[in-house]
């Protein structure tokens, strides 16, 4: 039933026929899985650069279809899977979000799959991606004690305070 449903919702959000277009315009062998996916393969226009990427429930990949939907390949078709799913959840949308994510991903750690929130969620390592290293400035930024802990707390707790007295006696202003 949630297969049908993402199928369903992928074709009418308009992300399906925006792949399959993609795949006839690449010129791909599509091959149909019993779950609604459709697995295109050969894929052979120079962007992405992928050997697979999802757009709505199409899957397009550099390599021929029965490469995807082999047994040891299963983990990478679910993956897959789960971006047919983000595309069932937010449709269109889905393209701005995923490059804001990309951006993201590369400003914290040079790569924009590793952190990027939807690769993250759709399993990196079955996906093929390796898990984050941050960059030196945002593993600097994480390692900051959290909101309301060590000293960073108790000078955010003078700044909010209106009950305290300043070092010269007087009273801060709310």
Known sequence: MRQRTRTTITWLNGTTLVGLALAVLARTTRERTPDGLVVA???????????????????????????????DRAGLLAHERRHADQYALLGPLFWPAYWLACAWSYALTGSYGCGNVFERRAGLAAGGYPEPTLRPWAAALLRRPPAGTGPARSLRGRAASSSRRRRDGTRAAR
């Open 41 to 71: 393969g050969r894929y052979r226009l120079p962007i992405p650069r992928q050997q697979c990427f999802t757009v709505g429930s199409v899957v397009l990949t550099r390599r021929p279809p029965e490469w995807l939907l082999h047994p």
